[in-house]
């Protein structure tokens, strides 16, 4: 049974940052695009950052660029996601999910989710 599990939300000052961990586990995850979406109260699920299998390349939303990165220890089956200079505008349930196959920014398209973890940003 495939499981993402994520970890490392919390409460942050506008300007802090955080460190998101994303433990995989179930399947080897050989050729898989990792990425990390968010959802926050009201609004439709979006992407925000993806790794693929073997590609040194990451790819982020425009929203974030320049401020959140994506990172994957394939030998620890294990997903980050270094966030800095958050904003408020970046408060939000973070999920990680998994996809056979490249990334794709919409997420009908990824086959595996974790719970997701709340990040919330104080002004």
């Known amino acids: 049974q495939v499981q993402l599990v994520e970890s490392g939300g919390g409460l942050v000052q506008a300007g802090g940052s955080l460190r998101l961990s994303c433990a995989a586990s179930?399947?080897?995850?050989?050729?898989?695009?990792m990425g990390w979406f968010r959802q926050a109260p009201g609004k439709e699920r979006e992407f925000v950052a993806a790794?693929?299998?073997?590609?040194?390349?990451?790819y982020n939303a425009d929203s974030v660029k320049g401020r959140f990165t994506i990172s994957r220890d394939n030998a620890k089956n294990m997903v980050y996601l270094q966030m800095n200079s958050l904003k408020p505008e970046d408060t939000a349930v973070y999920c990680c999910?998994?996809?056979?196959?490249?990334?794709?920014?919409?997420?009908?398209?990824?086959?595996?989710w974790g719970q997701g973890t709340q990040v919330t940003v104080s002004s």
């Open positions: 999910a998994a996809r056979f196959g490249d990334y794709d920014v919409s997420p009908r398209m990824w086959h595996y």
């Open positions: 179930g399947r080897t995850f050989t050729r898989y695009a």
């Open positions: 790794s693929n299998w073997n590609d040194p390349n990451t």
